[in-house]
């Protein structure tokens, strides 16, 4: 990590650097970059380097300023050894130079310094599956899995382990932490998990992680999707987030479901109580909505210790500290939004003293659990009407990304083929 623009300039001239790649997310969760020279730096760092933002952050036509994090410098391993190519994810501000309230990065930061100044401490995990598909002789994709392997399997079985570690590695070479990577049970469907880290850096890593799974697994002559739902006989892709929240160094969910704390309780009931407002930013797709209830996809809104596919699943294991795992979110979505709404929901959760009601646990048989949304148009009325949703994303936002939902939804309904469209859009 550098701490001053002098150590950057250092590492650069040093390591031969002659691209840099200035990075930030646009609304809807897509890595974007603009590269800018060696030499244009310290102008980067100062004043910022300008942009159109229109279609981008903004339905507005505008331009804003990208000035970098140089805390985020990171070396692309698979670019060429001379003539170096870095990356910094940035900080943007309007044109005068006033922080741009758009800023998803920027947010999630400063939900992140309200829990703290609450006396929390908090990190989190990921863990995303991808699917790998063989590519035709003009390396365009086909719907032909790489293999047909299942859960846990090794080669030969598994032919995605060649590439599965070279994005190991790259992740690793990189700094994002990459901690276990598996053969799921889909043909051809991969898994890559990351060590807790603080929210942003974990938002930052799950942008640049899809990324790099795609630019390898290129390399490599396959094709990688994070489509949610590409088989509808066959597992989809889940992004799985584990939450770990700390008061005076002690995990506020315990050590087993029985020794948690009323934080504790309270922060997973306020997940549960709002989870179906937030849907729209951890499921923003069509295809989303084909998942769940499937295989291991939830649909219901429950909690439990135990492996029974609940929403929220509480996670215990011997040398780790107790935390929780939200299972319903997939790779589409924008993941500075989702975890500011979770962090945001689970706080308002202990604000209110909310009850962890046991008849929501997934083990009680007799409980008619309420369910996710059953479709993104729902999920959309839900959002727009959140008053929660309403308090925690500026209002440009919300607007402009349910407007996108809703072209999105327009556009589903008017094709011919269904399938066809979830394919082009998706895939």
């Known amino acids: 990590m550098f701490f001053s623009e002098d150590d950057v300039l250092e590492f650069i001239e040093e390591n031969d650097v002659k691209f840099i790649r200035l990075t930030f997310c646009?609304?809807?969760?897509?890595?974007?970059n603009i590269a800018i020279m060696p030499r244009e730096l310290h102008r980067a760092i100062v004043d910022g380097i300008p942009f159109n933002a229109t279609d981008l952050l903004e339905s507005s036509h505008q331009n804003l300023l990208l000035k970098p994090?140089?805390?985020?410098?990171s070396v692309l391993p698979w670019r060429p050894q001379?003539?170096?190519?870095?990356?910094?994810?940035?900080?943007?501000?309007?044109?005068?130079?006033?922080?741009?309230?758009?800023?998803l990065r920027r947010n999630l930061r400063e939900t992140m310094k309200s829990i703290q100044e609450h006396g929390y401490q908090c990190e989190m995990g990921t863990r995303c599956e991808f699917y790998l598909f063989e590519t035709d002789m003009q390396g365009k994709p086909t719907r032909t899995p790489c293999d047909q392997g299942g859960y846990l399997d090794v080669a030969p079985l598994d032919k995605c382990e060649n590439t599965r570690r070279e994005i190991c590695l790259s992740l690793d070479e990189m700094g994002l932490n990459p901690t276990t990577s598996c053969h799921k049970h889909g043909p051809g469907q991969n898994e890559i998990d990351f060590a807790c880290s603080n929210a942003l850096t974990a938002a930052d890593n799950m942008v640049h992680y899809k990324t790099v799974v795609k630019t390898i697994a290129s390399q490599n002559g396959f094709y990688a999707s994070f489509m949610p739902k590409p088989f509808p006989d066959c597992s989809g892709s889940a992004l799985k987030i584990t939450i770990s929240v700390k008061k005076d160094d002690a995990s506020i969910f315990g050590t087993s479901h029985k020794s948690m704390l009323p934080e504790g309780r309270a922060f997973i009931a306020g997940i549960l109580n709002r989870v179906r407002e937030f849907t729209m930013f951890s499921n923003p797709t069509i295809n989303s909505y084909e998942r769940f209830g499937l295989r291991a996809a939830p649909s219901h809104i429950n909690w439990s210790e135990e492996n029974r596919i609940p929403l929220i699943q509480l996670l215990y294991a011997p040398?780790?500290?107790?935390?929780?795992?939200?299972?319903?979110?997939?790779?589409?979505?924008?993941?500075?939004?989702?975890?500011?709404m979770l962090l945001s929901a689970g706080m308002?959760?202990?604000?209110?003293?909310?009850?962890?009601?046991d008849t929501m646990n997934a083990?009680?048989?007799s409980s008619a659990f309420p369910t996710l949304p059953s479709s993104l148009e729902e999920a959309i009325r839900l959002a727009q009407n959140s008053s929660f949703v309403h308090a925690v994303l500026p209002e440009t936002l919300i607007q402009d990304y349910a407007a996108a939902m809703e072209q999105q939804v327009t556009a589903y309904h008017a094709a011919q083929d269904s399938q066809a469209f979830c394919f082009d859009r998706y895939f």
């Open 26 to 32: 646009d609304t809807f969760g897509n890595m974007k």
């Open 82 to 103: 001379s003539g170096r190519v870095v990356r910094f994810f940035c900080t943007l501000y309007r044109m005068d130079g006033t922080p741009y309230e758009g800023d």
């Open 363 to 365: 083990a009680n048989a």
């Open 69 to 73: 994090d140089i805390s985020t410098l």
């Open 319 to 340: 040398g780790r500290d107790g935390s929780i795992e939200f299972r319903s979110a997939d790779p589409y979505c924008n993941p500075y939004i989702t975890f500011q």
């Open 348 to 357: 308002a959760g202990i604000r209110n003293n909310e009850e962890l009601s």
